[in-house]
């Protein structure tokens, strides 16, 4: 009888245990689904961002041959400063679904398929 009981609380145990994974499973996935939406609506901004970069690299291209010794550089510095640093390309992107997947060991959660 005692037999069982602890053979029934077990499987009993386990399925509870199965129907917390999915739940969390559910979670994580329209967590991650949000951050892909989220970098989505995202990507006109950035892929602005980037033209912008390669209209300042065209400027500078066409400027520098036309530059001299007594010609005014401070148009050349400014547009080369922005294209060396980078100013201006924003990259977001959204990994807080991800980094706690991967630092809470739940990426075993995720299952493929279905």
Not at 11 to 40: C, G, I, M, P, W
Not at 79 to 102: E, K, M, Y
Request: hydrophobic share 35%; net charge neutral; proline share 2%.
């Amino acid at each position: 009888m005692i037999f069982l009981a602890v053979t029934l609380s077990f499987f009993a145990e386990n399925t509870r245990e199965r129907f917390v994974e999915r739940s969390q499973e559910k979670e994580y996935v329209r967590s991650l689904y949000d951050d892909l939406s989220h970098d989505e609506r995202n990507l006109p901004e950035l892929l602005d961002s980037i033209r912008g970069k390669i209209r300042e690299a065209a400027d500078l291209q066409e400027s520098l041959p036309k530059a001299t010794t007594s010609s005014d550089a401070t148009q050349i510095y400014v547009d080369f400063r922005h294209i060396i640093r980078q100013l201006g390309v924003r990259v977001f992107v959204s990994d807080r679904t991800i980094a706690q997947l991967r630092n809470s060991g739940g990426m075993r959660l995720i299952r493929t398929g279905k």
